[in-house]
């Protein structure tokens, strides 16, 4: 079935270094690839996403990179900062659903 | 982004009963789904709720247990029936406001069964 596979499960950065996180997904119909941020005791925030007719997408801090041929998306943060601190999930899909990844708990420290 | 309000935001039920959850949005959405997450795991889609028709429920998911109303295209309702302790969780629902697929969480339903 469906499937996305997120690692790592855990990351622990120093303030200012950069965190990448990576995820593979199994249906070769998935277009669009989002990004969430969840902090302690609140919803799930869009952070970024990307479609798959993009190789690369990049907010200020944060990028998201896809490689549809092996299946494989990340996001990378640069500058961490100890509001990056929170748990982050990728997602594969399209329109009428999404597969969520089981999650990456990213702490920085100061 | 769409405004998203769920009640109740916490509820705490004895096992065996029943409790409905709301969902409100201050536009008109084409797409509602429903997601449940229990403590410290990802969100697993219970089901997709479409005005007009019946929802599509996913696998593990039945109506019986998990009822869904969407009567209009700003209001959705998910029931938790006949409750048991494994039924605690947070219920989010979440809606794809335009013609993308980019779906925003509400806040969510903090469920506890006793």
């Known amino acids: 079935g469906e499937n996305v596979e997120q690692h790592p499960s855990t990351l622990s950065v120093q303030e200012g270094d950069s965190a990448v996180i990576k995820c593979t997904y199994s249906?070769?119909?998935?277009?669009?690839f989002p990004w969430y941020k969840q902090e302690l005791g609140k919803r799930p925030q869009l952070i970024i996403d990307?479609?798959?007719?993009?190789g690369e997408k990049k907010d200020q801090r944060i990028a998201v990179t896809l490689n549809k041929t092996a299946k494989h998306f990340s996001l990378h943060i640069t500058e961490t900062q100890p509001e990056d601190s929170a748990v982050y999930f990728c997602?594969?899909?399209?329109?009428?659903?999404?597969?969520f990844g089981a999650g990456t708990r990213l702490a920085v420290h100061p | 982004s769409a405004v998203i309000s769920q009640k109740p935001s916490r509820d705490i039920c004895q096992r065996g009963t029943s409790l409905t959850i709301q969902c409100q949005v201050d536009?008109?959405?084409?797409?509602m789904f429903w997601y449940r997450q229990q403590p410290g795991q990802s969100l697993t889609l219970i089901a997709t709720?479409?005005?007009?028709?019946?929802?599509?429920?996913e696998s593990g998911f039945v109506i019986d247990k998990f009822p869904i109303s969407r009567p209009n295209l700003t209001f959705s309702t998910l029931t938790v029936s006949n409750m048991s302790p494994e039924d605690s969780s947070i219920y989010l629902c979440?809606?794809?406001?335009?013609?993308?697929?980019?779906?925003?969480f509400g806040p969510g339903t903090r469920l506890l069964v006793l």
């Open positions: 979440s809606v794809g406001p335009d013609v993308t697929e980019t779906q925003y």
């Open positions: 249906d070769s119909a998935s277009n669009y």
């Open positions: 990307i479609r798959s007719n993009v």
């Open positions: 997602a594969a899909g399209g329109y009428n659903k999404l597969i």
């Open positions: 536009s008109q959405v084409t797409m």
């Open positions: 709720a479409n005005q007009g028709s019946e929802a599509t429920y």
